[in-house]
């Protein structure tokens, strides 16, 4: 492609990598190609495209833009990020072993134990936090290392680098969810891991309208591998859920920075709250994988968590009542700011004891921040808060 290259910035990138004016008609924007199935002029004779499980060209541009994000080779969508996953996972046979971490996702770590369990893949759950941890949890069946940094709701880092250190030598693969961090501000790829995962219906797609997956790879084997799954289990995305999250990642840049300028800025004033007990978020010097924060990834991101008065659900449910531009919604990454009690939402399949083991109390709160004027969310934290 002439327009980008593997050296252009990456706000190039976002807006032109694996894009090219339609052919047909030099449509700027690519067209939401809407169709089942494709015309052969004769027996045999056809422009590339059959049916559209296996080709899409809306779909093929949102990976080959995926793909430039990251700095991979190769990129492949999914109808969600759980179908992303569940791809990947099939990758594996019986018997073998993967190692994640325990604050993974919710459902991740449903599909891993209530699915895949079952279907006789095994695995360990470690405080992926401590690179020992992981390592003590490798064994001679381990195919695949899967972390998720930082984790949600407790922004827990995992360091990447030194986790490729310790599975390159065992040919182990190691996977890392970037949902939160977004190639804006972190590329495992660069790092050694074999796959960056996305949840695009985060903040790729930025703006809440859709739901979607996808795996960024520069390994031959593996993509061919994970292709055939895209076509042979079917999970694919349809054309216009991929044109909105082309429509979004051509914006990722700008939104990022601002994600984070007002993330910052509420972060410093929740930290110094007299109605806040903890905070947590990469960006404060208090964190502690703070230096682990600067040193893997470019910005800290719009997600900040943290626990209003005494921790108890009365106090969270106080503060989260009162929140009037912050939407109380489940999920991240858009334009607009959201807030999330994650013990009654997100993560009520996790065991109590499990989260207070962990410092996650029953009236921790998520912040989703969005992008509005940050003298207005500024206003509306602080009114919430005054509730306590
Ligand atoms: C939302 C999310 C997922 C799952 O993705 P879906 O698109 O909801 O299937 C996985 N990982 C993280 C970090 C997420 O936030």
């Given at each position: 492609?002439?327009?980008?290259?593997?050296?252009?910035?990456?706000?190039?990138?976002?807006?032109?990598?694996?894009?090219?004016?339609?052919?047909?008609?030099?449509?700027?924007?690519?067209?939401?190609?809407?169709?089942?199935?494709?015309?052969?002029?004769?027996?045999?004779?056809?422009?590339?495209?059959?049916?559209?499980?296996?080709?899409?060209?809306?779909?093929?541009?949102?990976?080959?833009?995926?793909?430039?994000?990251?700095?991979?080779?190769?990129?492949?969508?999914?109808?969600?990020?759980?179908?992303?996953?569940?791809?990947?996972?099939?990758?594996?046979?019986?018997?073998?072993?993967?190692?994640?971490?325990?604050?993974?996702?919710?459902?991740?770590?449903?599909?891993?134990?209530?699915?895949?369990?079952?279907?006789?893949?095994?695995?360990?759950?470690?405080?992926?936090?401590?690179?020992?941890?992981?390592?003590?949890?490798?064994?001679?069946?381990?195919?695949?290392?899967?972390?998720?940094?930082?984790?949600?709701?407790?922004?827990?880092?995992?360091?990447?680098?030194?986790?490729?250190?310790?599975?390159?030598?065992?040919?182990?693969?190691?996977?890392?969810d970037n949902t939160f961090?977004?190639?804006?501000?972190?590329?495992?790829?660069?790092?050694?891991?074999?796959?960056?995962?996305?949840?695009?219906?985060?903040?790729?797609?930025?703006?809440?309208?859709?739901?979607?997956?996808?795996?960024?790879?520069?390994?031959?084997?593996?993509?061919?591998?994970?292709?055939?799954?895209?076509?042979?289990?079917?999970?694919?995305?349809?054309?216009?859920?991929?044109?909105?999250?082309?429509?979004?990642?051509?914006?990722?840049?700008?939104?990022?920075?601002?994600?984070?300028?007002?993330?910052?800025?509420?972060?410093?004033?929740?930290?110094?709250?007299?109605?806040?007990?903890?905070?947590?978020?990469?960006?404060?010097?208090?964190?502690?994988?703070?230096?682990?924060?600067?040193?893997?990834?470019?910005?800290?991101?719009?997600?900040?968590?943290?626990?209003?008065?005494?921790?108890?659900?009365?106090?969270?449910?106080?503060?989260?009542?009162?929140?009037?531009?912050?939407?109380?919604?489940?999920?991240l990454g858009g334009v607009?700011?959201?807030?999330?009690?994650?013990?009654?939402?997100?993560?009520?399949?996790?065991?109590?004891?499990?989260?207070?083991?962990?410092?996650?109390?029953?009236?921790?709160?998520?912040?989703?921040?969005?992008?509005?004027?940050?003298?207005?969310?500024?206003?509306?934290?602080?009114?919430?808060?005054?509730?306590?």
């Amino acid at each position: 492609m002439a327009n980008v290259t593997s050296k252009s910035g990456i706000s190039t990138k976002a807006i032109h990598a694996g894009q090219h004016p339609d052919p047909t008609t030099g449509a700027v924007m690519t067209p939401i190609y809407q169709t089942s199935t494709y015309a052969q002029e004769s027996l045999g004779n056809h422009k590339g495209f059959e049916y559209a499980r296996t080709h899409n060209a809306t779909r093929a541009a949102l990976e080959g833009n995926l793909a430039g994000l990251e700095g991979a080779k190769y990129g492949l969508s999914f109808g969600s990020g759980l179908a992303a996953t569940n791809a990947l996972i099939q990758t594996l046979s019986t018997g073998d072993h993967v190692v994640c971490g325990q604050n993974t996702y919710g459902g991740t770590y449903r599909l891993f134990d209530k699915v895949w369990k079952r279907h006789g893949l095994d695995f360990t759950f470690v405080d992926a936090t401590s690179v020992d941890a992981i390592a003590a949890a490798c064994k001679p069946n381990t195919k695949m290392i899967f972390v998720e940094t930082p984790t949600n709701p407790l922004m827990q880092l995992t360091d990447i680098a030194a986790v490729v250190k310790v599975a390159k030598p065992k040919g182990i693969r190691v996977v890392v969810d970037n949902t939160f961090m977004t190639p804006y501000f972190q590329r495992p790829l660069e790092l050694g891991a074999d796959v960056a995962f996305h949840s695009v219906t985060k903040y790729l797609n930025g703006h809440s309208d859709m739901i979607g997956g996808a795996l960024l790879t520069s390994d031959d084997a593996l993509h061919e591998q994970l292709r055939f799954l895209q076509n042979a289990a079917g999970a694919v995305p349809g054309p216009m859920d991929c044109f909105l999250c082309l429509r979004g990642t051509k914006t990722l840049a700008v939104r990022m920075q601002r994600h984070d300028e007002n993330a910052r800025e509420l972060a410093a004033i929740l930290e110094k709250h007299k109605a806040v007990t903890r905070v947590f978020y990469p960006g404060l010097a208090s964190h502690p994988q703070h230096e682990l924060a600067k040193r893997q990834a470019s910005g800290f991101g719009g997600m900040i968590s943290f626990i209003p008065g005494d921790g108890s659900l009365e106090a969270g449910r106080k503060v989260f009542n009162r929140f009037q531009l912050f939407t109380r919604a489940e999920s991240l990454g858009g334009v607009e700011s959201l807030v999330c009690h994650p013990a009654s939402m997100t993560h009520a399949s996790v065991p109590r004891e499990h989260r207070l083991s962990m410092g996650f109390e029953d009236g921790l709160l998520r912040l989703s921040v969005g992008i509005e004027d940050v003298a207005d969310l500024r206003a509306d934290l602080e009114q919430a808060l005054g509730g306590l």
